[in-house]
């Protein structure tokens, strides 16, 4: 099947209250064209080369996401277009975003990474510890970032059950977050998860957001 072929399908089987984000890491940009052409709008790269090299020879209406861990000295070089980064997994890093922001002229739309995954291979905040951190409302002085949800990776594994459960607290830890600390603020709406191998589970728990690569492009490029 072609990339427009795989993208139909996809959609087809996500509720309108879903968006998928076509996840192009290692693709050339001629198969995120092909997406593109195909009526995809929302690209999501795992690393800052990558997409600051598509970036400029891409079409200027689409939504590039920052979806991969984001190292600190590496924000100031996708600052001035990212329209969002789902990786934010530390005050540092949320400093860091705020500043360059800031310095853009911006307000950058942010999710809050949680670590769900049973397997412990995945960066992001303990869902005891955002709430920690959230609670001395220093987030509140970030005048560059939007909050406006939390992503999370379920653990890689063929038990679906674990991966229910796993989407199901992060689901808790976002419905907590929006009816707490959020409860005024209504850009914070979106719960990313899922991925090609299990967003039919993810979406089933809520998610909004689902990052799909290889059931879109294929298998992984490896360089």
Known sequence: MSIADNIRKINEQLPSSVRLIAVSKTKPVEALLDAYNAGQRIFGENYVQELITKQPLLPADIEWQMIGHLQTNKV????????CIQSVDSQKLL???NKEAI?????IDCLLE???ASDGSKFGF?????????ANDLYQSFDGIRFC???????????E???HQEYQLLFSVFNRLK????????????LSMGMSHDFGIAVAEGSTLVRVGTSIFGERNYK
Do not use: H
């Not at 310095?103 to 307000?107: A, D, F, L, P």
């Open 161 to 163: 059950t674990i991966i």
């Open 103 to 107: 310095k853009n002229n911006r307000v």
């Open 179 to 190: 009816n707490s600390i959020f409860a005024n603020e209504n850009t914070f709406c979106e």
């Open 76 to 83: 100031k070089f996708i600052a001035p277009f990212v329209s």
């Open 95 to 97: 400093s860091e975003i």
């Open 126 to 134: 303990l869902p005891d510890e955002i709430f920690e951190f959230l």
């Open 114 to 116: 949680i670590s769900i």
């Open 149 to 159: 949800g939390v992503m999370g990776m379920g653990s890689f594994s063929s038990n």
